[in-house]
């Protein structure tokens, strides 16, 4: 079974006072548009938030077709590593990967997250699937996980009290995909996310001229 596993719990400051999951992109709030690019190639989804959000966010997945489950935070603004290990700690049974997606990118491809699967599905022996963009940033919040190896990788670095998003990725064999094996999947746009309202109607318009 593939899980998505979209994480919403920060407070996105840099977005000013709005929650920007619940912002509208063409009249769909951010974290149902995220929802409903990656519906084609998942089977589950789980949406890791914070206690203040549970019913607005239920509100708006509301009539989603797959199964929705909410993991939601012990420690509201524990950041993305403590997301990661409360989201794909309540992934249901029989669940062998999950993608893990920031819920502030909208132009996540399904194409891409099921070549992700496809790579992960094909070695059994890797417990993470982690583009690379051209940058050299490995785009740990747009990747495909082994849920148990990865949940002890989170606890570990918090333990350690080491918060940076690529903490984990130290305790996990790791299948990088690098920018020029991205082109065979539609390259870098996926891992385009906003962080301000101008970069949400940026956003916007570019989707709408892609329709």
């Known amino acids: 079974m593939r899980t998505g596993v979209i994480l919403a719990g920060g407070y996105s400051t840099r977005f000013g006072e709005a929650d920007k999951a619940f912002s509208h992109i063409d009249g769909t709030p951010l974290i149902r548009h995220v929802a409903d690019r990656l ?9 890791n ?7 607005r966010f239920a509100n708006v997945m509301d009539g989603y077709p797959l199964e929705v489950t909410y993991a939601i935070d012990d420690v509201a603004g524990g950041g993305p590593v403590s997301g990661m290990a409360t989201g794909l700690s309540v992934v249901p ?3 062998a990967l999950a993608f893990v997606v920031a819920c502030d990118m909208p132009f996540v491809e399904a194409d891409l997250v099921d070549a992700l699967f496809e790579l992960a599905e094909a070695e059994a022996d890797v417990g993470a699937v982690v583009p690379t963009s051209s940058d050299g940033w490995h785009q740990v919040l747009h990747a495909v996980y082994r849920p148990a190896p990865t949940i002890d990788a989170c606890r570990a670095a918090i333990a350690r009290d080491e918060r ?12 990088y995909v690098d920018p020029d094996e991205l082109t065979q999947y539609g390259g870098e ?23």
């Not at 938030?49 to 019913?55: P, S, V």
């Not at 891992?191 to 892609?210: I, M, R």
């Open 189 to 211: 746009r996926s891992f385009e996310n906003v962080n301000t309202p101008g970069e949400l109607e940026a956003a916007a318009a570019a989707l709408q001229s892609t329709e």
């Open 39 to 47: 519906r084609p190639v998942i089977d589950t989804l789980v949406i």
């Open 93 to 95: 049974e029989g669940t």
């Open 164 to 175: 940076k998003v690529l903490a984990p990725l130290s305790r996990l064999h790791v299948r």
């Open 49 to 55: 938030a914070r206690e203040d959000q549970h019913e």
